[in-house]
Structures are given as C-alpha cells and as structure tokens.
C-alpha cells in the first residue's frame, strides 16, 4: 500500500546546481502537486497537473519546473539551486482536481542548499 | 485571494487535557474546510473535513464545525494523548482560489504524560 513515494528522503545541495525530485502515486489518481513547506509558512504549492499532459504554474512557481511524465509520475525540477529554495517539498496526488476528495501527501523530501 | 489563519503554537498540554486549535479563514462563496495532521518525518494526513455550513467533521476523536458566521473551523478534543503529538494544519478548498488548496501556518501540539 505505497500511496504517493517521494525520492530522495534528503538531499544537500551547493548553490547553482540542479537536480530532479522524483514522486510517484499508485493509486490511478489524475491530478498531481508539488508543495514546499517553511516553517510558519504552511505548505504553498508550486506547481500542478490535473490530469496527465497539463501541467500549471501554483502560487510559488519561479525557480521551479515540472514533467508529468505519465499518470504516475510527477517530477519537480531545480535548474539551479538557490538557498532560499530550502525547504521540505511535498508530492500529493487526489482523484480529480475537482470535488471534495483529499489530497495524498507522500512523506516529503528534505532540501538545504548551500 | 483566499487566506488561513492558524493560532501560533506550540500548544503544550497534559495527557488527557482539553485541546482547542483555532482555525479562520478569509474566502467567499462554496467551501470545503479540512485539518490535516502531520506526524514526525511524515506527510500530511487527512484528518477531517466539512463540505457545507454548519456541517460537522469528526475523526479519532476530533471534531471541527464549519460556521460561516464566524468564518471559523476550530479543532477540538476532548482528551489529548501523548500519541497526538504532531503539527496540524487547517485547510480550505473553494472561493478565490478554486480546487486548490490554501493551508494555514500548522500549530505544533505537544502532550505530556
């Protein structure tokens, strides 16, 4: 019963590099999103997919790109990494973009950047 | 746009005490109000959610009651464990911001024994 899995767990970073957080839900949902966390902050989401092939800007989106790869998979891309993007980063995934269903939220990923 | 305000915590409280966590919200029209808890090292969980005025959400143990004349859906137990221990976030879904979510800051609670 895996829900949504997120890699890595945590990850340190130098300032200019890139890298790619990978997040997977088998639960046959439709619509994905990549969330941040900062202390205070609550969660804010960066971006979204509705439905496999769209893919939207969120509240928090510079800095940040996105693949949905297929129904499955939704990876969240730093081009180059800045300090001020450390953050816990959440992948959730729900049935529909619409409606009363809940969000699944896998179990973060740990970013600092240096 | 839509916003969530949560009471700062942490709330530090004896096992078995009384547990209110205040939630309001500032958004119009059609709503769905949540609380998600968030254990140590994990994701959010669903804990309870109300889809209409006055409706009553309730889980574990927990409850919240969405009142629109108040804007508020505060979370509620009676009895805390130590096992409650976690940060919780309210939530709402509707107005401004259509299907997306908008989360409050998350109040950390702690119980002792």
């Known amino acids: 019963n895996a829900g949504v899995t997120q890699t890595p767990k945590f990850q340190v970073l130098k300032t200019g590099q890139s890298m790619t957080l990978q997040c997977a839900q088998d639960m046959n949902h439709n619509s994905m999103y990549w969330y941040r966390q900062d202390p205070g902050m609550g969660l804010r989401l960066i971006y979204y997919s509705a439905s496999e092939g769209t893919t939207d800007k969120g509240e928090v989106p510079n800095g940040y790109n996105v693949s949905r790869l297929n129904k499955r998979e939704f990876s969240l891309r730093l081009e180059s990494a800045a300090p001020s993007q450390t953050s816990v980063y959440f992948c959730?995934?729900?049935?529909?973009?619409?409606?009363?269903?809940?969000?699944?939220f896998g179990d973060g990923t740990r970013l600092s950047i240096l | 746009g839509n916003s969530v305000t949560q009471m700062e915590g942490p709330v530090t409280l004896s096992e078995e005490a009384f547990l209110t966590i205040n939630c309001t919200y500032t958004?119009?029209?059609?709503?769905?109000l949540f609380w998600y808890v968030q254990y140590p090292g994990e994701g959010l969980q669903l804990l309870l959610k109300?889809?209409?005025?006055?409706d009553k959400g309730s889980n574990k143990g927990f409850e919240a009651t969405y009142r629109k004349e108040t804007t508020s859906f505060h979370l509620e137990k009676g009895s805390v464990q130590v096992s409650d221990s976690a940060v919780y976030f309210c939530?709402?879904?509707?107005?401004?911001?259509?299907?997306?979510?908008?989360f409050g800051g998350g109040t950390r609670l702690m119980v002792k024994p």
């Open positions: 939530a709402l879904r509707g107005g401004n911001a259509g299907n997306m979510l908008t």
């Open positions: 109300a889809t209409k005025a006055d």
């Open positions: 959730a995934s729900t049935l529909d973009r619409g409606g009363n269903q809940p969000q699944h």
């Open positions: 958004a119009t029209g059609y709503l769905s």
